[in-house]
């Protein structure tokens, strides 16, 4: 059996269930495509251009709205998304960041309504704002380092790679959306219906790696680190393993509320039980 899946970089259970073999102990190849924006992922997983995505559950919220793409959320990867505005040395405040273009990956989805709601409580209008359209976090972050940015949303390792170049930290995610959920695995629940077997051999393969992981937390830091994860992001995602891979219901409530404060929650409004599909764990 063949999936196809899309990521921006492969979170902790993925490099799980690669480095245990899980994947092809249950008879599947994945095919893995590393995307340069959410926009590419949205449209491609509505198109059945790939059978899995593995985005933010913002982005399912907002591709089911804008492009009918019908897509499920079936576990959750990471307990939650450590992010933080970075900016150059010069800017000292969120006001004078917001005074030139932010990059972002979207305007409309994922990491951008945490950005929304920080100018919001500094007094800010975030509609007046300017805002370049990078695309995924590593191009994010290349731009910023090649000056072609002034300051944008991090994750790890990036954020720490920023800060080593002399870029200044301007909030932290944990202030703004403390609750704001990590990565999931959504499909289209026509392709989880028409694949079924395929669809649980692939969540059955990292539950397996992920339930390893909390059993042997050294050895799940030692992959990670393997694969690029640096030393302290790696202890931490091994520490922090979501048991069971199961969707939060404070992520979802947390994800719903940004957009309901930005004015971008669909109408009608969507509901966790319609959108989160546990039965494939």
Not at 1 to 27: D, K, N, S
Not at 213 to 241: D, F, Q, S
Request: charged content about 25%.
């Amino acid at each position: 059996m063949r999936i196809r899946q899309i990521l921006f970089v492969p979170p902790a259970p993925i490099v799980w269930a690669e480095h245990r073999g899980a994947f092809a102990a249950r008879g599947l190849e994945v095919e893995t495509t590393q995307t340069a924006s959410s926009d590419q992922m949205g449209e491609g997983l509505a198109a059945g251009t790939w059978d899995v995505g593995i985005p933010v559950m913002d982005n399912v919220v907002a591709w089911n709205a804008e492009r009918a793409a019908g897509l499920r959320i079936v576990a959750q990867l990471e307990r939650s998304t450590i992010m933080a505005f970075c900016a150059k040395r010069e800017l000292e405040s969120l006001a004078q960041a917001a005074a030139q273009p932010i990059a972002v990956d979207a305007t409309t989805n994922g990491f951008v309504l945490v950005l929304y709601r920080a100018l919001a409580r500094a007094g800010l209008d975030w509609r007046a704002g300017r805002y370049d359209t990078v695309g995924g976090v590593r191009h994010r972050f290349e731009a910023l380092a090649a000056g072609r940015a002034a300051s944008t949303i991090l994750v790890p390792p990036f954020i720490d790679m920023a800060l080593e170049r002399g870029f200044r930290k301007l909030w932290d995610g944990s202030e703004i959306a403390p609750h704001y959920p990590g990565v999931v695995v959504a499909a289209r629940e026509r392709w989880l219906r028409g694949q079924a077997e395929a669809a649980r051999a692939y969540v059955g393969a990292l539950c397996e790696a992920n339930a390893w992981a909390i059993e042997h937390p050294e050895e799940a830091a030692a992959a990670l680190a393997a694969a690029r994860y640096a030393p302290r992001a790696a202890e931490r995602l091994a520490r922090e393993a979501v048991p069971g891979l199961e969707p939060s219901a404070e992520g979802w409530n947390e994800v719903v509320a940004l957009r309901r404060e930005c004015g971008l929650l669909p109408a009608p409004e969507p509901r966790a039980a319609e959108v989160i599909d546990r039965s494939f764990l």
